[in-house]
Each structure stands twice: as C-alpha cells, then as structure tokens.
C-alpha cells in the first residue's frame, strides 16, 4: 500500500516547508541587521587583537537581588587597584526605588574613589581592544523583552575563533555569549560600555580630547592628587595639549605647590601666548606667590585677550591691581 | 504647616551643602572642566548649573536616598552628567537583573553561530 498524501496535504506541507526556510532565512538577515558591528567583525580580526584573550584574575562579586552596578563597579574598581566590595558600593550607585543603578552615576562612582571613569566609543572592536590591554569593560546590556531588564556586566574576555565573548554577569563567574547576542542586549542600551582606570594609565581606545574631559572631572571633584597624576600621564602620550598644561598646573596650585604650578604655566605661556585662561592662572599663580608687580602683566593681557573668560580675567586683573594699591589701577585700566 | 517647614528647612541645608565646594573652589583660577567643555559665558552655566544640581540632588532623594547621599553623590558629577540626569531619572535604563533571558536570545543565538561560522 502506497500512502500517498492527498495533493491538498502535500501541498501544504511543502509550502510549509518553504514558508519555515522563508522565515529563517528572513530571521537570519534580520538579526544580520540587528548586528551590524558582529558582522563586520565577522570579516576578519582587527589588526593588533590577539585571538583570544581572557582577563582571569579578574575578581567575581555575584550580584544580590537588583545589584548589579554595584557588583559589576566592585568588578572594575578591584581591577583598578581599589579595594572595596559591592556592599561598600551599594549607598553611592543603587537607587532604592528605581531598584537599579544609573549609568551617569557608575561614572561618577568610580571617581569617589580616587580613579579615572572613561565611557568607550560605541564600538565593539573598541570593547575588545581594552579587554587585550588588560582592562575589564563594563557594559549595560538589556535582556528583557521590553524596555525594563537592564543589566550591567563585566567583558573580561573573548575568544575571536568561536565568536565568544566572556563576562562577570549577575551570579555568572564566566558567562560566555556569542557575539552577535552581546550585540543585540548591548545594542539596545546603545552600545554603552565604560572602563575604570589608575590615574597613571591610558585606556587603550582613548581619544585625547574624552580622556581630557575624564580626567578634568576627577579634578573637579577636589582629588588634586589623583588628577595631577593623571595629567602628568597625559602630557607624557600628549606633551602639546595645552588644557592639560592648565589642568596640571591646577592640580598643583590646589596643593599649594604654587611654584610648580608657575613653571607649568609659563611654559604652557610660551606655546600658547594667546590663551586666556594661561594668562589669567598664571597671573593668580603669580600674584599668590606674592609677586603682583610680575603678575599684572600677564593679567593685562588676559584681559586683553577677551572671549567666554573674560569675566574671570577682568576680576583677578582688578584684584591684583587692588593688591598692588591704588596708584595706577585706575589709569591703566583696560575697557 | 510642620511638614512644610520641614521641606524648606531641607531643601535650604540641600543648597547649603552644594554649594559649599564652590565656595571652596581657588578664588581666581579658571577652572579645567569649564574649559574641557566650551560654553559660550563661563558665570551664567555656573549659575544654571548650580540650580541643576539642587535639583537632581532632590531628585535622587525621591528615589529612595537620604540627603547626605543624594548630594555626595551629585557632588561626584559633572555638569553635562548633571544636565543629563536633571528631570529624566525615571526614563533612564536603571541596570538591576541578570533573570530573564529570553526566547528570542536564543533564537538570536543560533543565528549567530550560523553567521559566525559560514563566514
């Protein structure tokens, strides 16, 4: 006996088939879209990547209930050299009633302990370049459904053969998810991922301008400490940015080392002749140091100089003016 | 009447408190983050900023944290990160859970095997 489907089944079943192809294939080039950076990975390992590399020694603090910032920070903090544990985070990145952690603020966190918080380019290849200098990434994935299920976790490493990344997550000491599937959870935070740094190193991917702006908020936090470190080591990768010069100088005119302070300047002076804000601090400096006469000058010029500053300049120029007596502040005046 | 003595008792040691490290700030210098980030008038983002972080400083206060906190804690930002946060907390991604991972993800999964290995 020959079971021979009636034409009407088999035409069914057929096209059940080519429907089923018709959707993988349709599901295929849709999650290609939905990782546009997988895919061009895919075509081969950036120059400079080793194949595969996985940070081990990095520690592991599984999460309690709703914390994953602050395990995830611990994560990174420990890396960085900072001792603390996830509990010690939990007051300065949880928010009771949001039961989660703000990106803003794993940013800010990082900072109250005297290190240097870097949000990286939304670049997967970026992602892997830290891991391969020996830095664990933070990155905020979503893997709920909808809008709520965001996640913080922690890439330690990668294995570029099978197409794996390897993460701290949650109560995962070793999480290991397929590239494409970070993509698509990572995507939808846009592509959010930061790292943690001593004041005397680099991130790999740094761009000289972000990095600046990191370590300028360090020091706008009071660690003159840390951020005078911080940009000692950034004038040593770039000796010509003169911000930075200002920023050292800065640092140091907050520890009172008012003398270094000056030479930073005036050498900062001799690059930039124009520059307000090198005038206008170096004036200060100079004056501080009890030197007005040699100090106004400088100021004068500041003035002089004019732009978003010079409210400032116009200030600590009558100040100075004031310092040295009346006699000729009102004559010289610059309008 | 009691409460709302209370409040703007609170909110004026809030003010107080943030404003402290302004005052502390180096009379004279310029600072490096007002030139890291250009702003066309240096006093008049002070002032808005300063008024934005009263503001976010509260506002972490109703989710949950005390005074102190709230403001150490805006303290440790900068003024983008301040501006960032004032008035959209409650639509920010707050990461919490690991649970949950889905279907999809690993029909996303398979996907990228495929992809990862055709290549």
């Known amino acids: 006996m020959d079971l021979v489907p009636p034409l009407a089944i088999r035409f069914v079943l057929d096209n059940a088939r080519f429907a089923a192809g018709v959707f993988i294939l349709a599901a295929l080039s849709g999650c290609a879209s939905l990782m546009p950076q997988t895919m061009e990975l895919a075509k081969g390992l950036p120059p400079g990547l080793p194949d595969k590399v996985e940070l081990t020694e990095t520690p592991f603090f599984s999460q309690q209930r709703y914390q994953c910032g602050p395990a995830a920070l611990a994560t990174v903090l420990n890396t960085a050299g900072v001792k603390v544990t996830d509990e010690d985070l939990v007051p300065e990145v949880y928010l009771p009633t949001r039961e989660g952690s703000l990106q803003v603020e794993m940013l800010a966190a990082a900072r109250r302990h005297g290190l240097i918080s870097y949000q990286l380019a939304p670049r997967f290849e970026d992602v892997l370049r830290e891991i391969a200098a020996g830095t664990p990434v933070v990155v905020l994935q979503n893997l709920g459904m909808f809008s709520s299920g965001w996640h913080y976790a922690v890439a330690i490493g990668y294995d570029y053969e099978k197409g794996t990344l390897v993460l701290r997550s949650g109560t995962q000491e070793r999480d290991v998810m397929p590239f494409g599937v970070h993509e698509v959870v990572w995507l939808r935070g846009g592509y959010w991922a930061m790292v943690v740094m001593p004041p005397d190193k680099i991130p790999a991917t740094a761009d000289e301008n972000r990095w600046l702006a990191s370590v300028a908020a360090l020091e706008r936090i009071g660690d003159a400490r840390n951020s005078r470190t911080a940009y000692r080591t950034f004038l040593g990768r770039w000796p010509e940015n003169v911000n930075a010069s200002i920023g050292l100088a800065n640092a140091h005119h907050s520890l009172g080392e008012l003398k270094d302070a000056e030479a930073v300047l005036r050498k900062a002076e001799s690059r930039a002749p124009d520059s307000v804000v090198v005038l206008n601090n170096l004036a200060q400096t100079l004056s501080d140091l009890g030197r007005d006469q040699e100090a106004l000058p400088f100021a004068e010029r500041a003035v002089a100089a004019g732009g978003p500053f010079a409210g400032a300049a116009q200030k600590t120029r009558d100040a100075i003016a004031q310092k040295l007596g009346s006699k000729g502040a009102g004559v010289q005046r610059l309008q | ?119």
């Open chain 2, 1 to 119: 009447m009691r409460s709302s003595w209370t409040r703007m008792l609170c909110r004026l040691l809030m003010v107080l408190m943030i404003w402290t490290p302004f005052q502390l700030a180096q009379a004279g210098m310029i600072g490096t983050d007002q030139l890291v980030v250009a702003s066309a008038n240096a006093d008049r983002t002070t002032v808005l900023e300063f008024l934005g972080r009263a503001d976010v400083a509260n506002q972490l206060q109703s989710f949950g944290l005390d005074a102190k906190s709230a403001t150490d804690r805006v303290a440790a930002m900068t003024d983008q990160e301040v501006q960032m946060l004032a008035g959209k907390i409650n639509s920010m991604p707050a990461g919490a859970d690991s649970t949950g991972i889905i279907l999809l993800l690993i029909i996303v999964g398979v996907a990228v095997w495929w992809i990862w290995f055709r290549r």
